[in-house]
């Protein structure tokens, strides 16, 4: 099988998939969008992608982008930022992704707002399963204390929530942190008025169907598309 006749296959695998679990949970499957999470493989494989119609892309790391991405301007790929940024590297960042996906302290957002084109969309990051080794903002207080900032700077636009499950957790554990994102989200939602506050990424390769019946609006996959990374 040739490579893309490979990626075709994967995706569709996965495509099903995305519509039992949102069929099970009572959702239009047209709520969810599938990013597929290329850090670590090469720009040709996000070509043959682009090519079945799999415009929607991750990436974790700046440098790693910066070797393999076009250009923003004129490139039919979206690229997300889903990796921790330093600051130092936010410039970089905000002139090659479309998105930044994992702004996880105020500190961050507010270097992003000094220096981002306006509007520029990103999202939040919450860490929901308590691991110390994970970014993301701590607990729904800190969220709420640095959206009191955040939800006024003028050129960057919130849309939405990111967590990641916790890894090789239980199911219901898994659950749980996706719920606890939703239960987040909802009350932001009621507190702020975000205009454009609708995007809650959650799920990965082991996970999605969970994150699916807990409300994910998009799910990032990498390894179920390319096949484990070396
Ligand atoms: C690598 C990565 C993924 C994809 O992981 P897979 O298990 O390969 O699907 C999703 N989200 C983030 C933030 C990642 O770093």
Do not use: W
């Amino acid at each position: 099988m040739s490579r893309l006749a490979e990626l075709r296959t994967n995706i569709a695998r996965i495509r099903d998939e995305i519509e039992e679990a949102s069929l099970a949970a009572g959702r239009d499957v047209h709520s969810i969008r599938l990013m597929a999470v290329s850090k670590t493989h090469p720009y040709e494989e996000m070509a043959l992608l682009a090519e079945i119609g799999q415009l929607l892309f991750g990436e974790n790391r700046v440098q790693e982008a910066e070797g393999k991405l076009a250009p923003k301007e004129g490139r039919t790929m979206q690229v997300n930022l889903i990796g921790h940024l330093q600051s130092n590297k936010a410039r970089k960042a905000v002139s090659l992704f479309d998105r930044i996906d994992s702004v996880d302290s105020l500190r961050l957002a507010r270097r992003l707002a000094s220096l981002a084109p306006a509007p520029y969309p990103i999202l939040l990051e919450v860490n929901t399963s308590a691991e110390a080794s994970k970014h993301g903002f701590d607990s729904e207080d800190d969220l709420f204390f640095a959206l009191d900032e955040i939800a006024l700077m003028p050129n960057l636009i919130i849309q939405g929530l990111m967590t990641l499950g916790p890894l090789g957790g239980t199911e219901s554990a898994i659950r749980r942190s996706f719920s606890h994102l939703r239960s987040i989200f909802e009350r932001v939602e009621q507190r702020f008025c975000l205009e454009h506050f609708d995007e809650l990424s959650m799920g990965m390769s082991g996970d999605f169907r969970l994150a699916i019946l807990e409300g994910s609006t998009c799910v990032r996959i990498g390894s179920a598309i390319f096949g484990e990374r070396r």
